[in-house]
Structures are given as structure tokens and as C-alpha cells.
């Protein structure tokens, strides 16, 4: 198995999902236009990354607090994709997309956007959505039912057309629908950035980012949101008269500068980032992506200019431990992710890097600290990685935990065919070999 691959599941993690519509299902988005009436499955990949996660928590707080919604219920993650976009799909997850998060220009705006997703969550709007798609659902087949009994009976035509016109006045009667939801979203974000003491103009700056001019050549009668220049007037008359100007805080920066260093190709990091800036940020990019890169000691030598300027930020000396884990230095990976870990309160997914150093350096006590620390983060929250690594270091449970980690991933079948082979080595009634059964009667819904 590919370690490289395997780390950088986890060091910026990524992870592949699927997220299943169903007739009528839609996302309630703040910016996308999208085409109701479609079944599909789709994938999307997470990113999973401490630093931009606890960054990410810290700007939505007031706004949980404000809307009296607990911290810990709101979730934010950031989903692989270049498009400025945030969406909701059900409960109290909030979608963005990393397109939004490297091009806003202040944690106002990032609260701007969250503020109107919390609306969507505090107003029900999933809930009420669901239920008006199947009223209309029924109203549509109703109406079907009767364009095909006064086709066969009466009027071929008129029955013909009654058949052909009904989807049509269901979906403009959900369109209408979600635009007076998202004009609600808007006002509860109004409220809620004014109650938090958030210049509204981020939210006008926002709506002029997303603002197209296509957009103008579109029906409003057959768009999901109101067109992006009437939220922009009704916004305008709750602007305060001496707007205070937006600049971009510290974290942010370098939450950008990390994006655009692990996603973004070299050409465009060294444009955005050149070697004349000397700034943290600056610092930060080049040395992800020389690290990409393969350059690992210019790499190192730029993570130990930022560890020099600020020794108590943890995420530096986890760049430093991915560094040295690439460039085979065990010892000194393991050191690193020490204090990144010491540093961040044993954040769940610097354990897994250390736990993954760990077992594959192998000295005397390697593996049972990797597997204590694997074990402690699949508490937390299991992550593939978590049972990979708890694969390499107990081979006599291997197949289980292999079983588990392809699982997660959404490998079934190979998930099933480990599990077949734990439950012939594994006692039968172990807790291992239990699950091991749930995996192997698992069947796919599509």
C-alpha cells in the first residue's frame, strides 16, 4: 500500500462519499443553480484537516450561539471543489467548498455565508422541503393518473397535454417554494450577522462574488434562489451608512496559503507566492508544495523558518513530521508530531500521523503505542486510516481491520472479502468476528 497516498489522506485528508438524491431531493445551496426532478448518486471528496477545522469552528461559534443552536451540533466541512459554494443536504452539517474558502477575503464574509446556511438549519427548511416535494410528488402523479384516464376516454390530446404539464407545475411550484426559503435564509443571516456585530457588507461582498452576469438571461421563474441582483437591493436597505472595512485575519491566511499549497499546482503556488514574499503564508505554500513536490529539504528549510518565528504553532511541526516521514527520518517525524500533538491537546488526526510514523519505524514499543493511539482517535471518530493502521500493527486481527478500513471507504466488496477471511481465524463469538458478519450481510442501497 502506498504511504505517501496514505498520509496525505490524512495530512490535509481527503475522503470520497456518497451522497444520494432521490426524487425531488436537492440541496438547499446558497449559490448553486441546479435542475430539480433528477435521481443521481454523486461523489464528493472531504478534506479533513485540523488546523482549517478548528478555524473553521471558531468563526461559526458566535453565530451558534446567537441562533441558540449548541456548537458542538453545527459541523462544517469542506468539500473538494473549486466552485464558490456552501449548501446544507439534511440535519446540521454545512457543506464548503474550498473554491469559497481561497477566495473570500475576511472571516466576515465566511460568516456571512454560514450565517445563511444556519438559517436553512434553524428555519426547518430541509424538513418543510421534503414535505412540499411530496405533496407536489402526489399532486403530479394525481394529475398523471388523470391526463392518461382522459386520454383513453375523451380527448387523446388534452389528456396527452395534461400528462406532459404536470411535472412542469410541480416543479415550478417547489422552485417557488425554495426561493421564498432562501429569501428567509438571507433575512434570519441579516439578523443573525447584526446580532453578532458582523458589518453586513460582507454579506453584499458575498452576493457580488457570486453574482453572473448570465445569470441575467435566466427566468426567474425557473431558478431555485431569486436572482443574486434582487438579494443584493434587499440587502442594501439594512446596510449600515459607515460600513467598516473587511480584512483578513492571520487564520485565514494561512488556511488559504495551506489549501492552495496542497491542492493548487506548482505554477499557480509560485504566482501566488512568490519568492519574493517573505510572509507566513507565503512561507507556508512553498514549503506544502515543495513537499508535493518532492523537494523535501526545501521543504524542511522553509517549515523551520516558520517553527523559528512562532515555536508555539502546532501545525508547523506537523508539516515538519510529514516532511521528515517522507524523507524516511522516523526519529524525527516521531518527534515533531510529539510536539504538534502536545501543542494541540492530542487533536484525533495528529495521532493517526504519529500512529502511522509508528508503526511503520517498528521499534521496541512501536506498535502498541500506534495501536493506543489508533484505538483512542476510532473513539473519537473512526477514520479509515485509524483501522489501516491498527491492520499493520495486529496481524492476527488484520483481515478485520482491513475489513472495517475498506468499509469506510466504500469498497465493499474488498471490504466483504476481508471479512470473509476474519471470520475463519477470528472465535466466533469475539467482538471482531461479529462485525466482521454485519460487514459481510451488509447490502448496498443504491
Known amino acids: 500500500m502506498n504511504n505517501e497516498k496514505l498520509l496525505m489522506n490524512n495530512k490535509l485528508g481527503t475522503r470520497r462519499f456518497a451522497a444520494r438524491q432521490t426524487l425531488f431531493m436537492l440541496h438547499c445551496s446558497l449559490f448553486v443553480l441546479f435542475s430539480l426532478f433528477v435521481s443521481s448518486a454523486h461523489s464528493m471528496t472531504e478534506i479533513r484537516d485540523t488546523e482549517i ?6 468563526t461559526v461559534a458566535p453565530l451558534a450561539r446567537a441562533a441558540d443552536i449548541p456548537t458542538d451540533r453545527l459541523r462544517i466541512r469542506v468539500i473538494r471543489d473549486d466552485r464558490f459554494n456552501a449548501f446544507i443536504t ?28 444556519i438559517g436553512h438549519v434553524a428555519l426547518g427548511h430541509i424538513v418543510q422541503l421534503r414535505a412540499k416535494m411530496r405533496a407536489e410528488t402526489t399532486r403530479m402523479l394525481v394529475m398523471q393518473a388523470l391526463g392518461v384516464g382522459m386520454a383513453a376516454m ?4 388534452a389528456g396527452a397535454g395534461m400528462v406532459a404539464g404536470a411535472t412542469g407545475v410541480a416543479q415550478q411550484s417547489v422552485l417557488a417554494f425554495t426561493r421564498e426559503e432562501e429569501r428567509a435564509a438571507d433575512d434570519f443571516a441579516i439578523r443573525l450577522l447584526n446580532e453578532i456585530e458582523t458589518d453586513l457588507t460582507a454579506l453584499l461582498t458575498v452576493f457580488q462574488k457570486m453574482q453572473s452576469s448570465a445569470e441575467n438571461r435566466i427566468n426567474p421563474h425557473n431558478i431555485s434562489h431569486p436572482l443574486t441582483e434582487e438579494r443584493i437591493r434587499h440587502l442594501r436597505l439594512h446596510l449600515p451608512a459607515n460600513p467598516r472595512p473587511q480584512t483578513a485575519s492571520n487564520e485565514l491566511k494561512m488556511v488559504q496559503a495551506k489549501l492552495i499549497g ?20 507565503a512561507l507556508y505554500a512553498r514549503a506544502i508544495m515543495r513537499m508535493r513536490s518532492g523537494d523535501l529539504e526545501g521543504a524542511k528549510t522553509g517549515t523551520l523558518t516558520l517553527i523559528s518565528r512562532n515555536r508555539n504553532n502546532p501545525f508547523f511541526f506537523e508539516l515538519l513530521g510529514d516532511i521528515e516521514f517522507r524523507a524516511g527520518r522516523y526519529d524525527d517525524s516521531v518527534k515533531a508530531y510529539e510536539q504538534a500533538l502536545k501543542l494541540t491537546n492530542n487533536a484525533p488526526q495528529i495521532n493517526l500521523a504519529l500512529a502511522m510514523v509508528l508503526a511503520e519505524r517498528r521499534k521496541p514499543g512501536d506498535a502498541e503505542r500506534a495501536t493506543e ?8 471518530e473512526p477514520m479509515p486510516l485509524a483501522w489501516w493502521i491498527l491492520a499493520r500493527t495486529d496481524e492476527n486481527k488484520a483481515d478485520y481491520y482491513l475489513a472495517e478500513y475498506h468499509f469506510l471507504r466504500r469498497n465493499i466488496r474488498q471490504a466483504q472479502s476481508h471479512a470473509r477471511r476474519a471470520v475463519r481465524t477470528l472465535p466466533r463469538n469475539s467482538p471482531e468476528a461479529i462485525k466482521a458478519r454485519d460487514i459481510i450481510d451488509f447490502r448496498e442501497r443504491n
Not at 477545522?53 to 471558531?58: D, H, K, N, V
Not at 474558502?101 to 445563511?116: F, G, K, M, N, W
Not at 493511539?373 to 473519537?380: E, N, P
Open 53 to 58: 477545522e478548528r478555524f473553521l469552528q471558531e
Open 90 to 117: 439534511g440535519g446540521s452539517d454545512i457543506f464548503i467548498h474550498t473554491g469559497l474558502l481561497t477566495r473570500i477575503d475576511s472571516p466576515a464574509e465566511l460568516q456571512a455565508v454560514l450565517a445563511h446556511e
Open 154 to 157: 375523451y380527448n387523446p390530446q
Open 262 to 281: 496542497y491542492l493548487d499546482n506548482a505554477d499557480r503556488v509560485r504566482t501566488l507566492f512568490p519568492n519574493s514574499d517573505t510572509s507566513n503564508p
Open 373 to 380: 493511539l489508533a484505538k483512542r482517535a476510532i473513539l473519537t
